[in-house]
């Protein structure tokens, strides 16, 4: 399969998973291992959203480190997560959580490589709707956007980084609000 970037580009997001979304697989998994983990001690991970979750990969990755109070969520994708992990996923969008659909109350929402898809416009309205359900953001992405820091009212409390095989960086960033709101 070509890169998802340019699988992306050629194709658009939306359509790039009707056709490709029952196969995604995390390029970087190795990495967003490393990241969870090392992060632990950073991260509640007693109860969990794994947001945009792929095909499961946070999920399974919590699993392993015991943590059993995960709920998934992929518009796209979550046949694959039900089918990887044997337990339903729910099917929130950007646009789902910005009109206040997401339901639940969770230590921490994680978002592995796919917070920079949302439109800037559209970033604002999106984080205050999660920090309604959670006190934490977690944004694992394979570049330096989305740069959450810049909105107002939104803190980045902790940065960490793992290396690619070619040396890339793979980023894992925490987010809390600067106020209550």
Same mark, same amino acid.
């Given at each position: 399969?070509?890169?998802?970037?340019?699988?992306?580009?050629?194709?658009?997001?939306?359509?790039?998973?009707?056709?490709?979304?029952?196969?995604?697989?995390?390029?970087?998994?190795?990495?967003?291992?490393?990241?969870?983990?090392? *992060?632990?001690?950073?991260?509640?991970?007693?109860?969990?959203?794994?947001?945009? $979750?792929?095909?499961?990969?946070?999920?399974?990755?919590?699993?392993?480190?015991?943590?059993?109070?995960?709920?998934?969520?992929?518009?796209?994708?979550?046949?694959?997560?039900?089918? *990887?992990?044997?337990?339903?996923?729910?099917?929130?969008?950007?646009?789902?959580?910005?009109?206040?659909?997401?339901?639940?109350?969770?230590?921490?929402?994680?978002?592995?490589? $796919?917070?920079?898809?949302?439109?800037?416009?559209?970033?604002?309205?999106?984080?205050?709707?999660?920090?309604?359900?959670?006190?934490?953001?977690?944004?694992?992405?394979?570049?330096?956007?989305? $740069?959450?820091?810049?909105?107002?009212?939104?803190?980045?409390?902790?940065?960490?980084?793992?290396?690619?095989?070619?040396?890339?960086?793979?980023?894992?960033?925490?987010?809390?609000?600067?106020? *209550?709101?």
């Amino acid at each position: 399969m070509k890169h998802i970037r340019k699988l992306y580009e050629q194709l658009g997001v939306d359509k790039y998973y009707r056709q490709y979304g029952d196969e995604y697989q995390n390029p970087h998994v190795g990495q967003v291992q490393e990241l969870l983990v090392n *992060n632990e001690k950073h991260i509640d991970y007693s109860q969990v959203l794994d947001f945009c $979750a792929g095909g499961g990969e946070v999920s399974w990755i919590l699993k392993e480190l015991s943590y059993t109070s995960i709920t998934g969520s992929d518009p796209f994708t979550h046949k694959l997560y039900t089918k *990887n992990l044997g337990q339903p996923c729910a099917k929130w969008t950007f646009d789902d959580v910005i009109k206040g659909k997401l339901k639940g109350q969770y230590s921490a929402i994680v978002c592995s490589f $796919a917070m920079h898809l949302c439109p800037p416009e559209r970033l604002y309205p999106l984080m205050l709707q999660l920090f309604q359900c959670s006190p934490t953001l977690v944004i694992l992405t394979p570049h330096k956007r989305p $740069a959450l820091e810049e909105l107002e009212g939104v803190e980045l409390s902790h940065v960490d980084y793992a290396l690619t095989a070619k040396g890339k960086k793979v980023f894992l960033k925490i987010y809390k609000l600067s106020y *209550n709101m």
